[in-house]
C-alpha cells in the first residue's frame, strides 16, 4: 500500500511540475507587461492611493477569474477528461440537445465562434509574449532598442521550425525552466516587499472598491490592461485533459498563484520606491548585473508559453476537422507514445506567418496591448454560457443557482469585454478580423459540405436494392475485399458503379464504409464499429470517431476479425470517389462562397491520407458534382 501512495504521489509531482511548464506559461509571463501597461496607458495618475487600488484589483481579478471561475467551476465540466471550448461546446450541445433543438443550433455557432477567436489569441499572445521578454534588452542599454523586434523574430522563426521535430524532446524541460521562472519572479517580489511591507494590505479588497468608487472611469477603461494579468486563463480547461484537474489546481494554489501575487506586489513595492520604474517595473525590479540574465530566461518562458498555444492550435484545428468545419489537413504524429503530439504544417506556417505581421505592424509589447483582450474575454463570455446550459441541463442544477453561479461570472466578464472594446480601433479589430475570416471559412465549409451531399443524395441509388438486382445476374468475382468509402450510408457509391461498368468484376468480400464523427471526445474500441449484414458477402459498415481519436480506418476495420470477417490487408483495397465540385448561379450558396468551397475542397488533403489508408492500396475515382 505504501508503494502505491508513494507511486501516486511521485504521479501527481511529475504531473503538477507538467502543469506548471504547459498550463500555465501564457499566464506565468504576464508580470511582463500587465502592470507596465495599466500605469503606462496615461489613465491612471501616479499616486501612491492608485498602486494600491491597481495591485487590489490585479490580485482580485486573478481570484475571482482564475481561481473561483476556471479552477473552481469551469473544471468541473470535464466531457469525459477533456476540456478546452470545443469539448465545453459538445458537452453543452449534448446537454441541450433533446430540451431545445432550435437552442443547440445557435449554441453551436456561438461556440464555433469561440474557437474562432482563440486563433486571434493565438495570434496575439506569442507576438506580446516574446516581444516584451526580448524588449527587456531596452533596459540593458538603449542601444538595443533597434534590435528588439529583428531578435523577436528570429525566436518566433527558430520556435516554429522546431514544431516538425515535436516537442517530446524539449517537453521534459518545460516544467524546470518554468518552476526557475516562478521561483525567480517570487525572489525579485520578495526582495522589494521587504522594503516597503505595507504593500500588501493591498490584498484586502477594499482597495480595489475604494479606487472603483472614487474613479469609476478610470477603473472600467484600465480593466483593457487589467485583463492582461489573466492571459492563457482558458489555457487551464484546454489542457485538463493532458493533467487532470488535480495537477492543475495544486499547481495554481501551490505555485502559480503565490508567485505571480508576489511579483505583482515587489512591482508595486518598487514602484512607491521609484516611480520612474514605471516604464518598465518587470525588468527594472532585477539589480543591474541579473538584467541580461532575466531578459534571457522570460524570452524561454515565453517561448514556453508560446509552444503550448501553438500546439493547443494543432489540437483544436484537428478536432473542429474532426467535427466537420474544415476540410482535412495534413497531420503529422510526432510522438510514438503520446497520440496527442501532432503537427500540421499548413496551421504553423499560417500562424507564423499572422505572428509576423502583428509583430511589425504593432511594434511594440504596448501597441500589441491594444490588441489584446478583445477575443479572449469574448471567448470567457462564450464559456460562462455555455457553462450555464452545462449546469442547467446537463447536471439539473435548480435555475435560480445556475443563473445565480454563472451571471456573477458573465457580469465580471461582460465588464472586461465592455472595457476592452474601447481598444477596438486602437488594434483590437486585428484578432477580431482573424477569427471573422477562420469563421466565415469555417461555416462555408460546413454549409458548402451539407449542399454537396444533399446534391448527391438527389441522383443517390438505394444500396440494397441495388445489390438485389447486381446478384440477379451475378458479375464475376475476384478474390480479395473491397472497401468503398461514401459519406452516405444506404446509398451505391460512385466507385461501385464505375468498378463494374469499367471492369465488370465485384470482389469476393464487399465492405460499404461510412465515417461518423461525434460531438464526445472518445469514443472507445468497443463502440468503434457498427455492422449490417446485406447478404452475398457484402456489408455496411460505420465507423464512429469522437473529435480527439486518431482516425485510422485500417486500425479499425481489424475489429471485424471477431465479428467473423476475415482481412488480408495483402488483398484489400480502398475505393474512394473524390468529388470534382462545380460552382453554380442556384438556390445553394452565394456564388464567391461556392468557389470558396470548391477551392477548399479541390485543397483539402486526400481522405486516403486522412485515414491513414496504405497508398499502395487505394483507388481514387472522381466525378463532376454541380452545387
Known amino acids: 500500500m505504501g508503494s502505491t501512495a508513494s507511486e501516486a504521489k511521485s504521479s501527481l509531482t511529475a504531473l503538477t511540475v507538467g502543469a506548471v511548464g504547459v498550463v500555465y506559461g501564457d499566464i506565468g509571463t504576464s508580470v511582463l507587461y500587465a502592470v507596465k501597461e495599466v500605469f503606462g496607458s496615461g489613465h491612471v495618475p501616479f499616486t501612491h492611493l492608485n498602486v494600491y487600488g491597481v495591485l487590489s484589483i490585479i490580485f482580485w481579478t486573478l481570484t475571482l477569474i482564475v481561481s473561483l471561475k476556471y479552477v473552481a467551476l469551469v473544471l468541473r465540466a470535464d466531457n469525459h477528461g477533456e476540456g478546452g471550448l470545443v469539448a465545453m461546446l459538445a458537452l453543452a450541445s449534448q446537454s441541450v440537445k433533446d430540451k431545445a433543438p432550435a437552442l443547440r443550433k445557435w449554441m453551436l455557432l456561438i461556440g464555433i465562434f469561440g474557437t474562432c477567436l482563440f486563433y486571434g489569441d493565438g495570434v496575439i499572445t506569442p507576438a506580446i509574449s516574446v516581444l516584451s521578454a526580448v524588449e527587456g534588452l531596452e533596459v540593458v542599454s538603449h542601444t538595443f532598442k533597434r534590435m528588439v523586434i529583428p531578435i523577436t523574430l528570429v525566436v518566433l522563426f527558430v520556435l516554429f521550425w522546431v514544431q516538425k521535430r515535436g516537442t517530446a524532446g524539449i517537453g521534459r524541460f518545460f516544467g524546470p525552466i518554468m518552476l526557475v521562472w516562478f521561483a525567480t519572479i517570487a525572489a525579485l517580489g520578495v526582495y522589494h516587499i521587504v522594503g516597503h511591507p505595507e504593500i500588501l494590505t493591498a490584498l484586502s479588497p477594499h482597495h480595489a472598491l475604494q479606487f472603483i468608487w472614487h474613479q469609476p472611469g478610470t477603473a472600467f477603461i484600465i480593466l483593457g490592461a487589467v485583463v492582461l494579468c489573466v492571459t492563457g486563463g482558458e489555457a487551464l480547461y484546454a489542457d485538463m485533459g493532458h493533467f487532470g484537474k488535480k495537477p492543475i489546481r495544486v499547481a495554481w494554489f501551490s505555485i502559480v498563484m503565490p508567485c505571480l501575487t508576489l511579483n505583482y506586489f515587489g512591482q508595486g513595492a518598487l514602484l512607491l520606491a521609484e516611480p520612474r520604474a514605471v516604464r518598465n517595473p518587470f525588468f527594472m525590479m532585477a539589480p543591474d548585473w541579473l538584467t541580461l540574465p532575466l531578459v534571457c530566461l522570460a524570452t524561454m518562458a515565453a517561448v514556453i508559453a508560446s509552444q503550448a498555444l501553438i500546439s493547443g492550435a494543432f489540437s483544436v484545428t484537428k478536432q473542429v476537422i474532426q467535427l466537420g468545419y474544415l476540410p482535412r489537413l495534413q497531420i503529422r504524429h510526432t510522438s510514438t507514445k503520446d497520440k496527442g503530439q501532432i503537427y500540421m504544417p499548413f496551421v504553423n506556417w499560417a500562424l507564423f506567418a499572422m505572428i509576423v505581421l502583428a509583430v511589425v505592424l504593432f511594434r511594440s509589447s504596448s501597441n500589441l496591448a491594444a490588441a489584446y483582450g478583445i477575443a479572449v474575454t469574448l471567448d470567457m463570455l462564450i464559456t460562462t454560457v455555455l457553462t450555464f446550459f452545462v449546469i442547467r441541463y446537463g447536471w439539473g442544477y435548480p435555475l435560480w443557482l445556475c443563473v445565480l453561479a454563472t451571471g456573477f461570472f458573465f457580469a465580471i466578464d461582460l465588464a472586461f469585454f465592455s472595457s476592452n472594446l474601447l481598444k477596438l480601433i486602437d488594434g483590437g479589430w486585428f484578432p477580431l478580423l482573424i477569427g471573422g475570416c477562420i469563421f466565415m471559412l469555417m461555416i462555408t465549409w460546413k454549409d458548402g459540405r451539407d449542399l454537396l451531399i444533399s446534391t448527391l443524395r438527389t441522383s443517390a441509388i438505394d444500396l440494397k436494392a441495388f445489390l438485389e438486382s447486381v446478384f440477379m445476374a451475378p458479375p464475376v468475382r475476384v478474390e480479395g475485399t473491397a472497401v468503398f468509402m461514401t459519406s452516405q450510408t444506404d446509398v451505391v457509391p460512385n466507385a461501385l458503379l464505375h468498378n463494374l461498368k469499367h471492369n465488370k468484376v465485384l470482389h469476393e468480400q464487399n465492405l460499404f464504409v461510412t465515417v461518423r464523427s461525434h460531438e464526445v471526445p472518445w469514443i472507445g474500441m468497443d463502440k468503434r464499429l457498427q455492422v449490417d449484414a446485406l447478404g ?72 486516403a491520407e486522412f485515414l491513414n489508408l496504405p497508398s499502395n492500396a487505394v483507388v481514387e475515382l472522381g466525378s463532376k458534382v454541380e452545387i
Not at 536 to 561: M, T
Request: hydrophobic share 40%.
Open 536 to 607: 452475398h458477402d457484402c456489408w455496411q459498415i460505420i465507423v464512429h470517431y469522437g473529435f480527439k481519436n486518431d482516425q485510422d480506418l485500417p486500425k479499425a476495420l481489424a475489429l471485424l476479425s471477431g465479428r467473423g470477417i476475415k482481412l488480408n490487408p495483402m488483398s484489400t483495397s480502398y475505393f474512394l470517389s473524390r468529388d470534382i465540385v462545380t460552382p453554380t448561379l442556384g438556390s445553394g450558396m452565394m456564388l464567391w462562397r461556392e468557389k470558396l468551397f470548391a477551392q477548399m475542397h479541390h485543397s483539402a488533403t486526400a481522405a
